[in-house]
């Protein structure tokens, strides 16, 4: 279903004529916001052990990287740092530093406030921290994300994104998967080259 969703949103954005910025164009936003709504869902494959559990909102930080191959087409990299916010119903922390490639199709409003909507998708890597780890050996796994954004009075963005960190647990001799999902409000500031 999402992937029926993205490829719709991606059709409809490469038939659009619209114009954003001039090819060849690049930007740097550097950004901050909060992850809400956040849960951990661990599948243990002790019986007994699967953990479903809310997360508290946690701050996040990065840096953004955007080239545009056409007018209103960029792509780019960029590093989120999630920081570490407490499971419920339990003494862990856990928080992401995420490392992905992305891409947003902008489509110019041609208003004084807001300049313009896009879609944007990421999809990368995610590094799982756990504190106190007591014996937990965090992997590394997928990071993806897919929302949308606005630029405003030409340089300041605001994003909303859904997105998911899968990682896997190993304790001993057992490895569990886990999936971290969160809904993720971003404001930034865009610095255009």
């Not at 997360?55 to 007018?71: E, L, N, W």
């Not at 992305?102 to 041609?110: I, N, P, R, S, W």
């Not at 807001?114 to 937990?136: T, W």
């Amino acid at each position: 279903m999402r992937k029926g969703l993205l490829v719709l949103l991606l059709a409809v954005a490469l038939a659009a004529p619209v114009f954003a910025a001039d090819q060849g164009a690049m930007e740097l936003d550097i950004k901050a916001g909060f992850n809400l709504m956040s849960s951990v869902d661990v599948d243990s494959p002790v019986p007994g052990y699967d953990v479903k559990e809310d997360i508290d909102p946690a701050f996040t930080a990065g840096v953004d990287f955007f080239y545009y191959v056409m007018p209103e087409l960029a792509i780019g990299g960029g590093i989120s740092y999630v920081f570490n916010s407490k499971v419920k119903n339990s003494d862990m922390k856990a928080g992401f530093t995420n490392i992905y490639a992305q891409a947003k199709y902008v489509f110019d409003l041609g208003d004084d406030l807001f300049n313009n909507i896009y879609p944007l998708v990421q999809v990368g890597y995610g590094m799982l921290r756990i504190d106190p780890d007591d014996g937990i050996d965090p992997e590394s796994g997928l990071y993806w994300g897919i929302g949308a954004g606005t630029t405003i009075k030409e340089n300041f963005v605001l994003e909303l994104l859904y997105s998911q960190n899968k990682a896997d647990i190993k304790q001993g001799h057992y490895t569990a998967d886990g999936k971290y999902t969160t809904l993720q409000l971003k404001v930034g500031y865009k610095f255009v080259f």
